[in-house]
């Protein structure tokens, strides 16, 4: 179709980091002297495919305008064709996962389960105080799952794996994910509007509620300051409130401590990779969830 055509051609140029292709092709080699399947092949493109799905459906829940420098596809054509783009990719997505044979199905059909509670809850709590219990929680559902299901399959895929190897992949994907997250929410609030496409504090302005905000309301609440509390629960209904807002997040130690928090996620990460034995792939997942905590975009 012409249509689909054009705009997944728009799509494919429009970039992205590829970080669960990374995923997939470093622990296949991590775990099998460097060598690949072409069941891998399929895997990494699955899993990019579901994820730039998920991002095109992202964008309409949004009203986004801008993704990875570019018009979102809602903006650019319409969000009726934006809605059938993302089940498109997915559906093509799923066909190559199904020619992988093994596991991969079942896991994806789960992941994509918690995907989309993920992303309702995320919805479904928007200006609410959220605990730090359940912003992780939902950090995993939206995020390290896609992680956790593209390692898994490339290990799953590989002949030198068992169960203890497994969880070591799961482990590693789990707090990779979380960190990943964490820095996403942390980048969101400064200003690089170049770079992710969005103005800076646009989680904030949108009542999504992530870890440099929690900290700052801890923060101020444990100094009798309700003004920041007072403002969401206000919904920014003056004009002003989200300025207001954003300034005593930013004047707080909100950023500092998510980043010391996606640090302690990384090193939970690295350390998940102990039992796999050492070689150039793994040094490279390592350096991988360093990059995590450094990345501008
Ligand atoms: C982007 O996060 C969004 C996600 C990680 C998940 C979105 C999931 C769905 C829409 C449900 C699954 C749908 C399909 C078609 C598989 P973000 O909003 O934190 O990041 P952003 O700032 O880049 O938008
Ligand atoms: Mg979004």
């Known amino acids: 179709n012409s249509r689909l055509d054009e705009i997944t051609k728009y799509i494919s140029a429009s970039g992205g980091k590829k970080l669960r292709p990374a995923l997939v092709f470093l622990f296949a080699r991590a775990l099998n002297n460097g060598h690949l399947s072409s069941n891998h092949f399929y895997l990494a493109e699955a899993v990019e495919m579901i994820h730039t799905a998920s991002l095109i459906h992202d964008d309409v829940i949004d009203d986004a305008e801008i993704r990875r420098g570019l018009l979102t596809i809602g903006k650019k054509w319409n969000v009726k064709t934006a809605v059938i783009t993302g089940d498109f990719i997915l559906a093509r997505a799923l066909i190559k996962l199904v020619s992988t044979g093994g596991i991969a199905t079942e896991v994806f059909a789960n992941t994509l389960n918690e995907l989309c509670i993920g992303e309702i809850q995320q919805s479904s709590q928007k200006y609410k105080i959220i605990s730090f219990k359940d912003y992780i929680k939902k950090s995993e559902r939206k995020t390290s799952k896609l992680f956790i299901a593209a390692a898994e399959c490339a290990a799953s895929l590989t002949p030198c794996t068992n169960n203890l190897i497994i969880k070591a992949v799961r482990d590693y994907s789990l707090n990779f994910g979380i960190a990943f997250q964490i820095m996403d929410d942390v980048l969101n609030f400064t200003d690089n509007k170049f770079k992710t496409g969005k103005p800076a504090g646009n989680d904030l302005r949108n009542g999504i509620l992530t870890a440099p905000v929690l900290f700052a309301l801890d923060e101020y609440e444990q100094k009798n300051d309700y003004t ?8 920014f209904k003056d004009k002003k409130d989200f300025n207001t807002a954003f300034n005593l997040v930013m004047k707080s130690r909100g950023i500092c401590r998510a980043i010391e928090l996606a640090e302690l996620y990384i090193k939970e990460a690295i350390k998940s990779l102990d039992i796999i034995e050492d ?19």
Do not use: C, H, Q, S
Request: no cysteine.
């Open 279 to 297: 070689n150039i792939y793994k040094k490279a997942l390592a350096e991988l969830a360093v990059y995590t905590a450094k990345r501008d975009y």
């Open 228 to 235: 920041l509390k007072n403002l969401i629960n206000g919904k």
